[in-house]
């Protein structure tokens, strides 16, 4: 059988006990709330258009889409959003 996406993450489970957050860049295989860093000139659609697990998208470009679009540049309130919010 194969082991799930987030299997690899049990080594490491150990250390991350105590944590409040952790953040993992680049894994779009993991069952576990993810939030995406989108750029219009990067020239491809947002992951969120089509993936249903993204939560919010963290961009500062015209993007239209029904979830929360966090600004890149307030990394204040960016940081606030993501300490606060319940996923």
Do not use: Q
Request: proline share 5%; charged share 25%.
């Amino acid at each position: 059988a194969l082991a799930s996406p987030d299997a690899r993450y049990d080594s490491f489970a150990p250390m991350m006990a105590n944590c409040d957050l952790v953040i993992v860049e680049g894994d779009t295989k993991t069952s576990a709330t993810k939030i995406e860093v989108w750029r219009a000139e990067c020239a491809t659609d947002p992951l969120a258009m089509r993936d249903a697990s993204i939560v919010a998208v963290v961009t500062d470009d015209h993007l239209t889409i029904d979830r929360p679009v966090w600004s890149r540049s307030d990394v204040v309130g960016l940081a606030t959003k993501i300490a606060r919010s319940d996923f």
